[in-house]
């Protein structure tokens, strides 16, 4: 059985605003705007000053300190690998 060859027909892009993709104007999407009272943006753009490095210990911190709280809740400590 033959295989087909890859088509390369150029795929004619889509224009945003198609019937098919309605078009948002910047802060006019509701749902968005929503979810937006809710954020503390300053926590995130305080985070992005940091660099990946600094970002990943910080949660690393995070995860051993959540993993300890979790085993004095069980009634007990679990100790990790340190």
């Excluded at 059985?1 to 019937?19: E, K, V, Y």
């Excluded at 004095?72 to 990790?80: D, K, L, M, P, T």
């Amino acid at each position: 059985m033959d295989c087909c060859p890859l088509d390369s027909r150029p795929i004619p892009a889509r224009q945003a605003g198609t019937p098919d993709e309605p078009r948002f104007e910047p802060g006019s999407d509701p749902v968005i705007e929503l979810y937006k009272q809710h954020v503390d943006r300053t926590l995130l753009v305080e985070n992005l000053r940091h660099t990946h490095d600094e970002r990943a210990r910080r949660m690393q911190a995070f995860l051993r300190a959540l993993d300890s709280l979790r085993g004095h809740a069980r009634g007990g400590r679990e100790e990790g690998p340190e």
